[in-house]
């Protein structure tokens, strides 16, 4: 979905070593909602989510003079989105947090199975 009030992008941009800042601008409206979408379907965490968007945007203001136009535009920023999800996901760190909040998690208390059995006791 394109921004709203946004001037639409060519297809292919120019190729220099960074976009001009209403053309990042532009770039950011017009695909901000598209990889947040396809980013959330690998992480399932907002959090996880707006970070690995930042870390996107900020990686193709970087590499922007390596956009060779092969494909289009969208197609590089997408390949660029999955690579950055697909390497956090292999991270260190997500791994730990995992582990770290499923052994919290079963540390803190009761599962909520034994939780349903326990109300259903108390109410008999």
């Not at 992008?9 to 598209?34: G, K, M």
């Not at 990889?35 to 959330?40: A, D, E, M, N, S």
Request: glycine content about 4%.
């Amino acid at each position: 979905m394109k921004g709203k009030g946004v001037p639409a992008l060519e297809e292919q941009p120019e190729r220099r070593e960074h976009p001009e800042s209403v053309e990042f601008e532009t770039i950011v409206a017009n695909y901000i909602n598209d990889v947040r979408k396809l980013i959330f379907s690998y992480v399932k965490n907002h959090q996880t989510m707006e970070d690995l968007t930042q870390e996107v945007f900020l990686s193709v203001y970087n590499n922007f003079q390596s956009f060779r136009g092969e494909s289009s535009f969208k197609t590089w920023l997408f390949k660029i989105a999955v690579n950055r999800t697909k390497d956090y996901l292999k991270s260190w760190h997500c791994r730990y947090t995992t582990l770290t909040n499923y052994f919290q998690d079963k540390e803190l208390g009761k599962t909520t199975e034994n939780q349903l059995v326990d109300s259903l006791r108390i109410r008999s």
